[in-house]
Every structure is written in structure tokens, then in C-alpha cells.
């Protein structure tokens, strides 16, 4: 077992954590579980002289999100400041040491997991990390996601508790990796981010044809740049992803509306209906009537 240092045995005023018991980390079959497991979860305010040294770093991912103070880890031959909101992710088997900065405490919620899933999730954290790319902004909707996996773990370890915690962990981890989408009803979010500017006049305008040239516009940006930015953004050129948008309108009519195909290319901007259905049959995998006759059979 891999040694491991406490500078600092007697706690933190107002800390909690859980560990798992020792069975459920080691023998858990459930496949749910076996995809992504919570094995120790803990909030450790203002944690003075708080540090763990790991020679051979532990079996499980450590995940530590700082709200307050500083913090520092050594892992890899690097070493990494953690300041306010940001976070930090150590891999299994990683040896490592961190500690809460000496004037500046950190206050972190922190997660030990381990599962089928998690090395992917881990390897995205890990690239942001090494980027720089690991602040995140503060919400109060994420810091009641873990009180809700604290909650529910505090209850016991009945198997429908576990579920819904490996579960919930999935969709935490996701608000760092996807901040965008976790915060997608909060204005400033889309208003400060021209990209997501740009998706959503795409839908308020998904019935018009627009050009590269157009859709740049609304982002303030050169149409070279914009779409730079766009494919670093969504993954996806802008007029392949407005397309996508027009496709995914059509979707929606084809299942509760009785226009024509005709009528939905149309509707949609696209004069030509042929070149509509092609489209459609490229993004969905299967003709608009087809798809029609799926849910309207």
C-alpha cells in the first residue's frame, strides 16, 4: 500500500467527509458503479497546514476544487499553484504532494473516484490543468450538486444511493469540462462568449439561409477567425452547425406538425428539397420520411 503523510491529524473547524467501507470500494459489481464510483468525498474549509505527501499516489482519482485561499501540488516533475476557483485533478497511481498555502489557506470540496469511465474524464481535467484552463467560475448550482452526492452518501450505501451518486458525479465533473452548457441560462455566460452569441442567433434565425460572412458578423469577427473560434468551440464548422440546428427544427416538425417535406425545406430556407432530404439523411442516418413514419408509424 503506498505511504502516505498527514502533516496534520486533528481536522478542520466545520470539515466533513465520507469514506466508503472498504467492500464496496474493492468489490462493487453493479455496472453502474463499475462505470463511475465515488470511493471518499469530503469540504475541507479555510484548512490550515492541510497537506498529504503520496509516494506511489492511491488506486482511486483525486479531484479538488478550490473556492478559497491557494493551494500547490507536485506531480509529474511539475509543480501547480491552485488558486481561488480553480481546480486540480491527480490520475490513480500518480505519486503526488499537496498542501493548503501557508498565509492563504485553501478551502476545497474534494472527491475520491475511481471507474471505466473516469479515465476519459480524467485525461480532458488533466489537458486543462496543464493549460491553465482550470478556473471555473463559482456557482452555487454546482455546490449543490456535491451537497446533494454528500447528502445522499450520508444516508447509507443502499444500492439505490450509490446509483444516484455515481450517477450525479458524472454531470458534477461535467460543469468543469462544459462550462457552457452547465450554465446555459445564465446571461452574462452567453452574453460575454461571442460564440455563444452566435449559436443563439442561429436558432432565433434557423428559418433564414445565412452566409459564413453573416453569421461572423454577429460575433464581431473576421469570417477566418470566427470560424476558428467556432470549431474550437462547438467542434463543428458554422454552417454545418447551423445546418444541424436547421435539421434538428425539422425533427421537431416532422413529428408534430403535417407539413410536407417539401414544406419543411422551404420553411427552412432550403429551395431545394432534394438537396434538403440528402441533408437531412447525412445528419439523421435515415430519410425525412422515414424518420416521419418512425414516430407516426
Known amino acids: 500500500m503506498a505511504r502516505e503523510v498527514y502533516k496534520k491529524r486533528d481536522g478542520f473547524t466545520g470539515q466533513k467527509a465520507i469514506s466508503l467501507p472498504a467492500i464496496i470500494k474493492k468489490d462493487e459489481t453493479d455496472p453502474i458503479l463499475q462505470n463511475l464510483m465515488i470511493t471518499d468525498i469530503g469540504y475541507y474549509p479555510n484548512a490550515h497546514d492541510h497537506y498529504r ?27 501547480y499553484q491552485i488558486r481561488n476557483d480553480e481546480y486540480l485533478i491527480v490520475p490513480a497511481d500518480t505519486p503526488h504532494t ?12 474534494w472527491i475520491h473516484f475511481k471507474g471505466s469511465f473516469s479515465l476519459a474524464i480524467v485525461q480532458e481535467l488533466l489537458e486543462r490543468l496543464e493549460k ?3 478556473y471555473i467560475r463559482y456557482s452555487e448550482k454546482r455546490i449543490k450538486i456535491f451537497d446533494e452526492l454528500f447528502d445522499n452518501l450520508e444516508r447509507g450505501t443502499a444500492k439505490q444511493n450509490l446509483a444516484f451518486i455515481s450517477l450525479g ?14 450554465n446555459l441560462n445564465e446571461t452574462n455566460q452567453v452574453r460575454d462568449n461571442p460564440i455563444e452569441l452566435s449559436i443563439s442567433y442561429m436558432k432565433q434565425k434557423v428559418e433564414m439561409l445565412l452566409t459564413l460572412k453573416e453569421l461572423a458578423e454577429t460575433a464581431n469577427l473576421s469570417p477566418s477567425h470566427y470560424s476558428y473560434l467556432f470549431k474550437q468551440h462547438t467542434g463543428y464548422s458554422p454552417i454545418e452547425y447551423f445546418n444541424r440546428l436547421k435539421i434538428q427544427k425539422a425533427c421537431e416538425w416532422l ?8 414544406e419543411i425545406s422551404y420553411k427552412l430556407g432550403i429551395d431545394d428539397g432534394f438537396y434538403f432530404s440528402r441533408l437531412f439523411k447525412k445528419t ?4 425525412p420520411k422515414h424518420y ?3 414516430w407516426n408509424p
Not at 53 to 79: L, P, S, T
Open 53 to 79: 505527501a503520496r509516494v506511489k499516489g492511491i488506486d482511486q482519482h483525486i479531484f479538488i476544487y478550490c473556492v478559497d485561499g491557494n493551494g500547490w501540488c507536485k506531480m509529474g516533475g511539475k509543480e
Open 98 to 109: 499537496y498542501a493548503a498555502d501557508k498565509d492563504a489557506p485553501w478551502t476545497i470540496y
Open 132 to 134: 491553465k484552463s482550470n
Open 169 to 182: 458525479l458524472g454531470y458534477f465533473l461535467s460543469s468543469f469540462l462544459y462550462q457552457e452548457c452547465f
Open 255 to 262: 413529428q408534430f406538425t403535417e407539413m410536407n417535406i417539401n
Open 284 to 287: 439523421m442516418g435515415v430519410s
Open 292 to 294: 416521419r413514419q418512425k
